[in-house]
């Protein structure tokens, strides 16, 4: 939605909050038990606040290191004791690619 020009980051981060709140079994683990997903090149970061809202939970994200344009992003927020790597996208000629390795 950020890449589109839907909604703004502070937008997104006002969304992703109410999303958190709403979410009737989040408070019970503090979210250990909760499983978030960020398939952008900007993983975490689209969602500002993430550190204070969910930094208990498991993100799925193709991004572990610092990758984006945001000057306020200094440490990249994978976490590897709990965060998992998932494949990135890649084209089909990518994956033809591959096979001659």
Do not use: C
Request: charged share 20%; hydrophobic share 45%.
């Amino acid at each position: 939605m950020l890449e589109g020009n839907v909604w703004t980051m502070d937008e997104l981060d006002v969304i992703h909050i109410q999303v958190v709140k709403e979410l009737p079994y989040f408070k019970r683990n503090n979210g250990k038990d909760h499983i978030f997903v960020f398939g952008s090149g900007m993983a975490h970061s689209v969602f500002q606040s993430w550190r204070y809202y969910i930094n208990d939970s498991i993100v799925l994200t193709p991004e572990t290191e610092l990758f984006n344009d945001i000057a306020w992003v200094t440490v990249p927020p994978f976490q590897t004791w709990k965060d998992i790597v998932i494949p990135g996208h890649l084209d089909l000629s990518e994956v033809i690619s591959l096979h001659d390795y």
